[in-house]
């Protein structure tokens, strides 16, 4: 008996492939840039706008940031951030869950990246499917928060594995409860060993002067090392 020929179309590989192709072009610019591009990441309301909020205030006058926002419906996020000082672009998915690399080169068309130091892409916010679509960024900071649960890097690790920092935010809400702080640490622990831990509360600005140190550091670090590879 003959037997029939078979193909396989696998969709989300050649979605990632080209995602990734776009990506690297991305990733040349902004190193040509001397640019330190954060990609931010979270569950919905974690607190990455208010973190961002907080850092464009701070680092007024000392560090020029572009702010990308990406939401499935409104501005509310690029109103806020351009209502603390920095510039911001609202990136409307209209309900696509995740950004990718296509939409921050357009959205980035026209842009004179001379003007700025660093850029943060705030993700929509959702622990699993912006994992997959690398946008070009320097690194990957995870926000989890108390109200989540301890659980979450154990059930979402993907997200975890990848990042540079985890910062653990509303540590406020802490005494009022049951999150087992230790159980969380531990979890991240056995998914990225080498992760950057930061317990923040952006209400108390408890924590807050860990990050700032770590943004700037890192986007000056970047900025030397980009000038040494032109
Ligand atoms: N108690 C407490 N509330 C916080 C803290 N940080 C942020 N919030 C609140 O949490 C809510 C969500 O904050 P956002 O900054 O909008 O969160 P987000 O991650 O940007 O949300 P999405 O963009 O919708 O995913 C808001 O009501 C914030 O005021 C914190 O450290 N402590
Ligand atoms: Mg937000």
Known sequence: MNTG???VL???????AKNDEIAAALRDRFRRNGLFVVNLLSGPG???TTLLEKTVQALEGKLRCLVLEGDLRTTNDADRI???GADAIQIVTNGVCHLDSKMITSALEGVELD?????VIENVGNLVCPNSFDLGETVRVVVSS???????PAKYPFLF???EVVLLNKIDLLPHTPFDKEAFWSAIGRVNRSVLRLETSCTT?????????????RAAEWKTAGRETE
């Open 82 to 84: 351009a209502g603390s």
């Open 46 to 48: 974690a607190g990455k």
């Open 146 to 152: 108390v109200p989540e649960g301890e659980d979450k």
């Open 161 to 163: 594995e990848g990042a």
């Open 10 to 16: 696998d969709l989300q590989r050649s979605v990632t």
């Open 5 to 7: 020929k078979i193909r």
């Open 205 to 217: 600005g408890m924590g807050l002067d860990g990050w700032l140190r770590w943004f700037q550091g």
């Open 115 to 119: 003007a700025y130091d660093a850029v």
